[in-house]
């Protein structure tokens, strides 16, 4: 039979740790705060980190596996555009970096005064494809659209996403949402973790719609950082092809 004494040394022992395990879950989380609050990155940090990023380094800030050898080749590819640049546009750099919330900013369509060159890039990555098919009616076609943008300074790329989705339709309208996928393409902010957190596909009258969200946060590994926007991406066709794309963040 337990004493009340005994019972009060139980009581005691398991509130002494619970206190410990919540300090041990809690204590990575808070030393994370505090050395990315100091670990402000430099001109030839940022040098060092383009020369040492791999495969590995790109999946834990979120790029998409199948993207990861492409991304290191593209930090190759900066960091001699990187070098090439004048000391001021260095300085500029690793201001931007430091400073996610202008990532941030950019990605909602706002333009940066003090440095305008960074923009928020369209480009067209894939040619649509086509295949002919007997299904849902006697014949149709499956088309493959999407939509890439990217945060660019001075040439250099700092972060890319895209977003692709498929469809099958016939020449009166559209039939079947088929697929959606939405990948990080690139990410070369060493301060910044972003991943893909949903997508979604839906037909609306005669038009296909892919939509996705990417969680963006400041801090370099997953699970390790604090959110500071969310970013939307949505592409749509029809049957005569892609009639919209955009990715934003709010």
């Known amino acids: 039979m337990l004493t009340k004494k005994s019972r009060g040394f139980k009581r005691s022992g ?70 090439q640049l004048s000391e001021q546009e260095q300085e500029k750099f690793v201001y931007v970096i430091n400073n996610p919330t202008i990532i941030e900013n950019v990605l909602s369509g706002e333009t940066n005064t003090e440095i305008p060159e960074l923009t928020f890039n369209e480009e067209s990555k894939v040619v649509p494809s086509q295949e002919s098919g007997i299904g849902l ?32 339709y016939d020449l009166e309208s559209v039939l079947e949402a088929s697929s959606v996928r ?43 950082s604090v959110q500071i926007s969310t970013v939307y991406a949505e592409v749509r066709g029809d049957k005569s ?3 919209f794309g955009l990715i934003y963040s709010s």
């Not at 505090?34 to 001109?43: C, F, G, I, R």
């Not at 149709?140 to 895209?162: F, K, M, N, P, W």
């Not at 839906?202 to 892919?210: I, S, W």
């Open 14 to 83: 398991f509130l002494v740790l619970s206190i410990l395990l919540l300090t041990f879950v809690l204590s990575p989380v808070s030393a994370f705060a505090q050395e990315t609050e100091y670990n402000e990155v430099t001109v030839n940090s940022y040098i060092a980190y383009l020369a040492s990023y791999d495969a590995e380094t790109a999946v834990e800030q979120g790029v998409d596996e199948a993207y990861a050898e492409q991304s290191v080749t593209d930090a190759k590819i900066n960091l001699e555009k990187f070098k």
């Open 137 to 168: 009616r006697a014949n149709y076609y499956t088309r493959e659209i999407e939509h890439y943008q990217s945060v660019d300074l001075y040439g250099v790329d700092i972060i890319a996403y895209q977003i692709f989705g498929t469809y099958k």
């Open 182 to 224: 939405a990948i990080v393409v690139k990410n070369l902010n060493p301060l910044c973790t972003t991943y893909v957190t949903s997508t979604d596909k839906y037909l609306t009258g005669d038009t296909f719609v892919a939509k996705a969200t990417y969680y963006l946060g400041y801090g370099p590994v997953k699970g390790l």
């Open 241 to 243: 092809g892609k009639k």
